[in-house]
């Protein structure tokens, strides 16, 4: 299984990025995929997930409102799209996939290598 995470960069406060995550080596379809983050120092912590549908997502409350998780399943690809972007959401961003009950906690099958997001003020 392998989880390519993609995506990330610079940009300036207020500014927008995209994240992706391409998936293979497993059916894409059937599992709950979710995004966690880690920034310097802290621990990893949960940004965003969708149920294996699409039809269900959820949000930490650090980012409602400003990022949206989507996903592809007929190209296997989960999406991160953050928007109003602030300095602390600085962070490594990892994608994540889960055979079973979204979890917030970091209690996943599959990792991705992350992708660093950096974001000046």
Do not use: H
């Not at 995209?18 to 293979?24: I, V």
């Not at 997502?57 to 928007?83: C, E, H, P, W």
């Not at 970091?106 to 290598?113: F, P, R, T, V």
């Amino acid at each position: 299984v392998q989880l390519q995470a993609y995506g990330g960069g610079l940009v300036q406060a207020g500014g927008s990025l995209r994240l992706s995550c391409a998936a293979s080596g497993l059916t894409f379809g059937s599992y709950n995929m979710a995004w966690f983050r880690r920034a310097p120092g802290k621990e990893r912590e949960f940004v965003a997930a969708i149920v294996a549908s699409g039809g269900i997502t959820y949000n930490s409350d650090s980012v409602k409102g400003r990022f949206t998780i989507s996903r592809d399943n007929a190209n296997d690809i989960v999406y991160l799209q953050m928007n109003s972007l602030k300095p602390e959401d600085t962070a490594v961003y990892y994608c994540a996939a889960r055979w079973g009950l979204i979890k917030r906690r970091a209690e996943y099958d599959y990792w991705g290598q992350g992708t660093q997001v950096t974001v000046s003020s």
